[in-house]
């Protein structure tokens, strides 16, 4: 493969939205997986666009999601607009329900730090928690309205990059696994095993897998799966309407009536077995949320690996002076920060691409 600007390693969310915006730069783009496009985290993520139960504290990342949140609309719209897919996006919100006292009392702290931080919440009595989930457990002692989060069906949004990448002439190759990346300064070789492709650019997008692919010459923070289970059954459609979440379990609802709970967090690698005790809590939590829960037969479970990090949020950027741009390490926060973290690296490349090509009497 000869011939492109640039290429970016990792076809889930965050490199497919990266690939379609070069494209629509203009640039010539090649997006390599080694295995399928959006088939691993971006396929199992639950597609909750929630900040709120993600952030706490005042940091870079938070106002990032919040950023990202508010650009989902767009996002969402700009991609239906050019494939014609459908993509199931919900502004429905988000509950954050407590059973006590002091589930309450935690919660209040919590929520009035994020009000710090631009997060819109409202309380909610026992009875309007009802009214608006009638399906919510008897016994909560109230809840939390997120009202701007929402939800994605991740598979859609990937359904719609894969469509908006081929019409940009983004040259999609999936089952090519990528052993080595050298980044120059002007120049990233890519060392795949089929042969190597040189471009311009570079983009390391791989999620989990992203510290798999040996960078010469730099020591780059370390990426890691964390891995989370899920698990799903059909309800009627509308049945539950907001995100609910208590503690670290949540339950969404799909625009047909697939109800999500989730999730868990293991730490190890890259292990595909599936725990039925896993499953077994998180089921028992849900119909905590949700008491109708306990007397379904769940219909599907399934696992994810997300790209968790070490550093304090995701890595975007060049790695140090070279032609390779980083985009890594979302962790919990994929699906919600691809908008941003697609613009993000696409115009600093294409930024830096009129550069070079403004010539001699440039302003490089
Ligand atoms: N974004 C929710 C999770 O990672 O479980």
Known sequence: MVGFDAVVVGAGIIGSSIAWR??????????????????EASWAGAGMLAPGGEFEADSPWAAFALENLRSYPDFVEELTAETGETIDFQQLGAIEVAFSEDDWRLIEARASAQSMLGITIFRMSPQELHEEVPMAAGDAAGGWFYPEEGLVNPRDIMRAL??????WGVVIREGVPVRAIRPKP?????????GAISARWGVLAAGAWSSLIP???????????VRGH???????????????????????????????AGASSEQCGFNRALDPLI????????ARLAPRLANCDFAESWLGFRP???????????????????????????ILMA????SRVAQAITSSSEKDSSGPTGTR
């Open 339 to 342: 908008p941003v973290t697609a």
């Open 186 to 194: 002007k120049e990233a070789e890519i060392i795949t095993a089929e």
């Open 215 to 225: 960078v010469a010459g730099c020591s780059l923070p370390r990426a890691f799966p």
């Open 230 to 260: 899920l698990t799903g059954l059909h309800l009627e459609p509308g049945s539950i309407g907001p995100i609910l979440r208590y503690e670290q379990t949540y339950i969404v609802q799909r625009a047909d009536g697939f109800t999500i």
């Open 279 to 286: 499953l077994a809590g998180i089921r028992e939590r849900a």
């Open 22 to 39: 070069l494209a629509q730069a203009g640039l010539r783009v090649a997006l390599l997986d080694s295995g399928r496009m959006g088939a």
């Open 308 to 334: 968790g990090i070490e550093s304090d949020g995701p890595v975007i950027g060049p790695a140090g002076g070279t032609a390779l741009w980083l985009a890594y390490g979302h962790y919990r926060n994929g």
């Open 162 to 167: 894969r469509t908006a990448c081929i019409a």
